[in-house]
């Protein structure tokens, strides 16, 4: 079992390999021939190179990931809570109306957006990407909320309706206590999607708003690739996801069985 | 206390209806746009192409006809059959190795955090980044070919993204029989199950449409969409795309399977193990019937992704590489590129139908299931 | 009397604060792709352009990625909703002429070629490849070639072979190489390599008069001389290495001078990367020569900024564009770039050696457009090429090729 173990680790590892090496050599000692082969001085201006040509856009990343993901928690969760305890006629219809917009390809609507996005004076701003970003997590945040909420019993929400509390009071003391699980993987899944979403993040911002993404595409840029830059820039954007996961990383599993994976 | 109930049933739907708009704009508005837009000449006069103010004309179901039945875009189609391969292996891969995960996971191997985390950690990684390092890794003269090299044996010479070898191949032009011939069967068996379980109503319907699909076999057997044979089949390049992406996507299933074998009740299994079950059996009569809904959530997810790919598919290979083209690259391309809108509009849209062929059915099981329950 | 000199001063400072503030609104906005290695040209550039002009606050929007493929979609998502950059590179030539001029997005600037005395100082045959419809609609910062073959002097001493002449040539020192344990003499690359190979060898083999008559829509790909084109292809790329579709442009320049091959057919930022990034000696550690049969012709693709209608800073703009058209801007931007500067008059003295070379050879030389980098062939026809190159390939079936090449030249309308 443990050789199985071993050679998957090996599996999963090998790239990250592969990407430090490349990121600590001298653009002129990258090639084909020696690519597995350790760097034989480490170089580690191309992390400072990446560094610096991130750097302007991480507030950017940060501000629009974080705000984007707690919106679109906060709203899911309610939504979550309206489908799963007060279902209205057409309750139904609006759900999978709501779900549906999960999967359309955002190529297909890339120019209707922007106009839209331009229309309501939110282009080249980071708060247009923001609520662009919210706007395509409610469906997914309102189906992991959902779901999890389906599984509070109706008792206990009857018992607090009976004792007088209305929609809201019912929510905050009935049912928000028992979001933890359902925020966890919500605020995961969103952080890792936002934080690394490009094609928006390159159609609807201008230099001051970039996310990270976009910076770095332009470290592989150009004609001639200096495949360091962008090993050292990817793994660099790689880590505040990382460390979401190393921290929540436990909750995520426990999140995903409260009830967000029932089919 | 109806009242109450039926206040907070309406306070509930005033606290939907921002969300409701949202979509409704940002999803809705724009999907009719896009449809709009597919059944128009924009992009075919380069005149109006790019103006400020273009001037469309409305040519119907042109775009689409081409995109089938069209010579030049034989491209599309080739798309469309990679996409469907694409999918499958994709699932397939994800599946087992999510499955396999789990388990050696569930078995509580020492040093299990340490294991989970560096098997979750790829899904932390953009698709550009993952596409990026494995384009690295599989290049035919370096990286991943070179791994016997690093224990004495000869190099691989497997070309990877830019093989141009083919297999399963088949002709489009046997496509519309194929598939007329498919859903008369299909529809046969729905009649013959419906009509066990007493659902005459149903029997009959699916019966008459089963006929009718066989009726249209016969018909279209001499239809000729394209006026030369047309072959299409599974890329082999399409191979290290699916290892990229798998790599990047087993770890979320892994953990949904875990959640999974978590939530089975220990009692189960021991009951199981009483009644002597073991090993083998243990998994295939009892476990995996169990996760049954975990492996259809899991499906449904990675199938849309695999569906929409485009940001992988475009580090890995580019723009250019015919054989690893995928639906969603092919819509971008034509629309920035080729200045192509209308029809890279009813590439988009074309994809969506797909999309919604799989998830449309799922949803209504689903809520149907809700109801009952 | 003392109040009032401070009210006067603080009255005067407060307007000074005001002007300076005012003025300070002024900006402009540069769109372009380059990157990476390009950007310090780029930067130079905006860096003159700053210290002209202090007051004028310099927006340099790039975006990378995908060939240009990223900078286009967000270009013309921009542009469609009626929000053009100030001013935005793009590759002089139909590329621009036949997506933007024909729209009406662009503004003509033959009255700033005039005021500037542009139409003196560049070859006729690139004033010709940027006007349409008696306008010109962009001014070149530089000029690449792409019709240039390199190959390494000491490899080629040692096989006894020199660079031929003609494609004829090529096949048969190909076949000397081959004697001689060369088993590819030719060094490819992948997908737009081989269409850039493409253009050198119908260039080679219709000349410059047949290539322009092509483009004007006079000569049809499906006439037999242009079906010879793809017969001779074929048996050029028979002479290459099998794994081309794997390697990079720089990693088939890596081959050549490693040896393994013996020329390679490439743009001339071939020579800028083994100038600065591997430090050769043109001359010595490579050598170049215009590719078989292109004698006497440079085939040029030019990167370009024009004057979108509607630009929200129109002034700051053109003085852009003037800066670019000037020599000084283009001696200050093309040492760093690895390209030469597209007026005649530019000061050599800061160009290497090979540069040295090609810009004279600007002088003398039938300037033509190139295919692949958007000089003669709009971009519907440019995106679909790739799909007529994979026809040809997956069956060398040039009749196949050439029809499909003439049914996408008639679908785009090539030549109206």
Known sequence: MYLVLFLAVAFFLMPVYMMLVTALKEPIAIGLDTAWQPPRTWNWASFAEAWVAFQPKLRNSFVLTVTAAAASAILGSLNGYVFAKWPFPGARIAFALILFGMFIPYQAILIPLFQFIKSIGLYGSIWGL?????????????????????????????????EGAGFFAIYRRVVFPLSLPGFVVVIIWQFTQIWNEFLFAVSLSNPESQPITVALAQLSGGEAVRWNLPMAGALLAALPTLLVYVVFGRFFVRGLLAGSVKG | MSWRKHRNQLTGFLVLLPSMILIGIFVYSFIARTIWSSLTDWGRDPSQALALE???????????????????????????????????FFLAGCLLAGLLLAILIDHKPRGEAFFRAIFLFPFALSFVVTGTIWRWLLQPSGGVNRIP???????????????RRQVWRFDWSSLPVASAIALGLGLAIVAALAYRSRRRGGAVAAAVAAALGLALAVLLRGYRPLPFPELHGFNLAFVGIVVAAVWQMAGYTMALYLAGLTGIPEELREAAVVEGASGWHLYTRVILPLLAPVTLSAMIVLGHISLKIFDLVFAMAGPDNAYTDVPALLMFITTFRGNQFAKGAAIGVILLLLVALIIVPYLRSQLRREVSR | MKARTSFFLAAALATLFAASTARAQEKLEIFSWWAGDEGPALKALIDKYTALHPNIQVINSTVTGGSGVNARAVLKTRMLGGDPPDSFQVHAGQELIGTWVVANRMEDLSSLFASEGWNAKFPPGLIALLSSRGGIWSVPVNIHRSN????????????????????????????????????????????????????????????????????????????????????????????????AAGLSWQQATDRLLKGDGAFNVMGDWAAGYMVTTLKLKPGEG?????????????????????????????????????????????????????????RLDSDLGKYNAYLQSAAKDWKGDKVVGSLVHGAVAPESFGSQFGTVMEIYLSGHNAEAASSAAQAIADQVGLGK
Not at chain 3, 226 to 238: E, N, Q, R, S
Not at chain 3, 328 to 337: R, S
């Open chain 2, 54 to 88: 273009p001037v469309t004309r409305f040519i119907g179901l042109q775009n689409y006809r081409e995109l089938f039945t069209g010579v030049i875009d034989g491209r599309f189609r080739q798309d469309l059959v990679s996409t469907v391969f694409f999918t499958l």
């Open chain 2, 149 to 163: 090299a690093l224990v004495g044996l000869p190099p691989r010479t497997f070309e990877w993204l830019t093989s």
């Open chain 3, 286 to 342: 490579f050598g170049w020569e215009a590719s078989p049969g292109t004698g006497g012709v440079f085939m040029m693709l030019s990167d370009s900024f024009g004057l979108p209608k509607g630009a929200k800073h129109r002034d700051a703009a053109l003085l852009w564009l003037k800066l670019l058209g000037s020599r000084e801007g283009q001696d200050i931007f093309n040492p760093l770039k690895g390209s030469i500067a597209a």
């Open chain 3, 148 to 243: 240039v073959m390199w190959y390494v002097p000491a490899n080629l001493k040692k096989w006894g072979v020199t660079p031929p002449k003609t494609w004829d040539e090529f096949l048969a020192t190909c076949k000397a190489l081959q004697a001689k344990g060369v088993a590819h003499p030719l060094v490819v690359g992948e997908n737009w390599t081989q269409n850039h190979l493409w253009e050198s060898v119908a260039l080679g083999t219709l000349g410059p008069d047949d290539w322009s008559a092509l483009w004007a829509g006079k000569l049809k790909f499906t006439d037999p001389k242009v079906v010879k084109v793809w017969d001779t292809f074929g048996k050029v790329l028979a002479c290459s290495n099998p794994d």
């Open chain 1, 130 to 162: 923001v609520v662009v970003h919210t706007v395509y997590g409610l469906p997914i945040t309102t189906l992991i909320f959902r779901n999890t909420y389906v599984e509070i019993p109706d008792a206990l929400i009857e018992a607090s309706s009976l």
